[in-house]
Structures are given as C-alpha cells and as structure tokens.
C-alpha cells in the first residue's frame, strides 16, 4: 500500500523519498524471497515503478540515550516526531533474467518491502517473457545511468548494492555510482531514450516502449 526509499543524504530532519527503488534495494527485495544473499553477478535486473500518490506522514519516533557507563535508556525528553515523505499505491515491475530464481518467487522464503519493515508488498504476477534488444525506446519511471540527455530526473548517488553475504556482521556497500531517477507520480508518462541496454519486453504494452537492464559494475 505504501513505498519510502530513505534518501541516502537525509541524516536528520524531514525523511524524503527517492522517486524509485535504488538498485540495491531491489537485490534486497530479491534476496529477501530467495532466503539468501543474491549477489549482482547472478542475475541482471530492470525495473519500472509507479505510484499513485504522495505525502508527508507525521511518525512518532522513540528517541534513546546512553548515560555515562555507556547504558542505554529511553531518552529524558521522551518521545519525538518525525515527518517522512511517503508514496501510495506502488507498482513495482521487475525483471530479471535468471530463470532459475523463479521458484524464490513462487514461494518467498521472506516478505518483500517497500523500503520500511511496515512497507510489505506482495506478488501478484509470474510471467515468463521475451526480452528483445533495441537501440531507442520509450522509458517508464526507472533509474538510468547519470547523465542521460534529454528527460528529467532527480540526480542520486548510490551504492549498486549491498554485501550480506558475512553472517553476523554488518553489510558493506559495493559499487557506487550516480543515477537520474525518471519520475514516478505521472501515469503513463513515457520518455523517448537512445542508448544501450535497451530491450522490448514481450508483454509491452505498445510497440516503442522499452526497459533497461541494468549493467553491473565490477564486484
């Protein structure tokens, strides 16, 4: 029902959303129905991500402090309020090309999200199809390689994507790379591009439209 990508530069303050899921969160949201850390270098991914809607939700936060031995303990001011920019009604979709993760969404060992643990999403088509390589096609709400020429978009640094794959211990970012980010909130807004990468799926709904696949930096 709702989406909310935490923009990697907000620290403190109002929450805003990136337009469209970051590439790693996408091998989260794959890895979270495989039960397993899915490394970039198993499958290429493209994607096309729609909204609805968008707001600032007001959240209540619960704020902690450590006192001098180092304990930690409910904050002394209490609770405080957040505001978070939130998207309604997402559509998210996403294509990869190795078949053998068909069966990770068939039966997600995981719940997929939309960002925040709250932010579930659930699956309601499996489809094999075509993919089709073209040189220029028209382009839905995804996330380009910066700089693409000639269509709008906010400009994000990124990591590709996060490594899981050390039990216990913190993940670590891999590649990191700039990106324009086509807006998501218009339906049916489309951008003519010419470029690499480009491929017609087969269950396109107009003859010109196209996606792109993603093409990984070095691990």
Not at 12 to 30: D, E, F, K
Not at 62 to 87: A, I, W
Not at 100 to 120: K, Y
Not at 169 to 179: C, E, K, Q
Request: charged share 20%.
């Amino acid at each position: 029902m709702t989406a909310s990508f935490k923009h990697p530069l907000t620290i403190s303050g109002r929450q805003i959303s990136t337009p469209v899921p970051a590439y790693s969160n996408l091998l989260g949201m794959i890895s979270a129905c495989a039960g397993r850390f899915v490394a970039p270098s198993e499958t290429r991914v493209g994607f096309e991500f729609t909204v609805q809607a968008q707001w600032i939700e007001l959240e209540r936060t619960v704020r902690f402090q450590t006192d001098k031995r180092g304990r930690l303990s409910f904050h002394s001011k209490g609770q405080g309020l957040g505001y978070r920019q939130v998207f309604g009604s997402p559509v998210l979709h996403l294509y990869v090309t190795n078949l053998d993760l068909l069966a990770a969404f068939e039966r997600p060992t995981a719940t997929p999200r939309f960002g925040r643990s709250e932010d579930i999403a659930w699956i309601k088509r499996i489809e094999k199809i075509r993919l089709t390589p073209v040189n220029k096609g028209a382009l839905g709400p995804t996330l380009l390689p910066y700089p693409q020429p000639g269509v709008p978009g906010m400009v994000l640094r990124l990591p590709e994507w996060f490594d899981a794959s050390a039990l216990g211990l913190p993940r670590s970012p891999g590649a990191i790379g700039y990106y324009q980010a086509l807006p998501s909130l218009i339906r049916g807004l489309r951008f003519e591009v010419e470029r690499s990468d480009l491929f017609h799926p087969s269950d396109a709904e107009r003859e010109g439209d196209a996606i792109y696949l993603h093409q990984w930096k070095r691990e």
